[in-house]
């Protein structure tokens, strides 16, 4: 039975399944119908970061434009560009068993592609949500809906993965950024050009 969590909330994922190693993070969304003038694009990422809550190298940003981790352990299963259809938008799939030792938490994110030029934001968009589902056998451990209302925010930490005391555990943060990826990178420590 899946863990509906609220903002704030923790749970183990690996206490009640001892031999999980797979996980698939699914992150959905819907657009209202408010017209822009320009399509929506929204993106997933994950950021592993040390004890300092920092990525150790720009490699350790999974994203679009590097969609797997030199370690095997997060890859993003790609970029989809309309967020049309039902269930996740886009997916990320970690293997607990390759997380390197000096990576404390992944950090799933996600924002809006040209936020600034296409005058978007997070209050545009609806029915926003990750889960984690084991993915040998594709049952839901937990899920977030976030109820928030951004509305001039165009990047959102949606929930962080983290190992204590042996065991894994996701954090339902869903706090919004002004700035888009941008903010984000400056705030995990990616370099950006």
């Given at each position: 039975?899946?863990?509906?969590?609220?903002?704030?909330?923790?749970?183990?994922?690996?206490?009640?399944?001892?031999?999980?190693?797979?996980?698939?993070v699914?992150?959905?969304?819907?657009?209202?119908?408010?017209?822009?003038?320009?399509?929506?694009?929204?993106?997933?990422?994950?950021?592993?970061?040390?004890?300092?809550?920092?990525?150790?190298?720009?490699?350790?940003?999974?994203?679009?434009?590097?969609?797997?981790?030199?370690?095997?352990?997060?890859?993003?299963?790609?970029?989809?560009?309309t967020g049309?259809?039902?269930?996740?938008?886009?997916?990320?799939?970690?293997d607990?068993?390759?997380?390197?030792?000096?990576?404390?938490?992944?950090?799933?994110?996600?924002?809006?592609?040209?936020a600034?030029?296409?005058?978007?934001?997070?209050?545009?968009?609806?029915?926003?949500?990750?889960?984690?589902?084991?993915?040998?056998?594709?049952s839901?451990?937990?899920r977030?809906?976030?109820?928030?209302?951004?509305?001039?925010?165009?990047a959102v930490?949606?929930?962080?993965?983290?190992?204590?005391?042996?065991?894994?555990?996701?954090?339902?943060?869903?706090?919004?950024?002004?700035?888009g990826?941008?903010?984000?990178?400056?705030?995990?420590?990616?370099?950006?050009?």
């Amino acid at each position: 039975m899946p863990v509906n969590l609220q903002k704030g909330q923790k749970v183990s994922l690996t206490k009640g399944n001892p031999g999980l190693k797979k996980i698939m993070v699914g992150l959905g969304w819907d657009v209202n119908q408010f017209d822009s003038g320009a399509d929506f694009d929204l993106d997933a990422a994950a950021f592993l970061v040390g004890e300092n809550g920092r990525v150790l190298s720009s490699d350790d940003f999974v994203f679009y434009g590097n969609l797997k981790h030199k370690s095997g352990a997060v890859e993003h299963m790609g970029d989809n560009l309309t967020g049309e259809g039902e269930g996740d938008d886009e997916q990320i799939k970690v293997d607990l068993s390759k997380v390197p030792d000096n990576i404390s938490k992944i950090v799933f994110t996600c924002t809006i592609y040209e936020a600034e030029e296409r005058r978007q934001n997070f209050g545009q968009v609806n029915n926003a949500f990750i889960r984690i589902c084991d993915d040998q056998n594709n049952s839901e451990l937990c899920r977030f809906d976030l109820t928030e209302d951004f509305s001039i925010e165009t990047a959102v930490v949606f929930g962080e993965l983290y190992k204590n005391n042996g065991e894994w555990k996701f954090n339902a943060i869903g706090s919004g950024y002004q700035g888009g990826l941008a903010a984000l990178c400056a705030s995990f420590g990616v370099d950006v050009d």
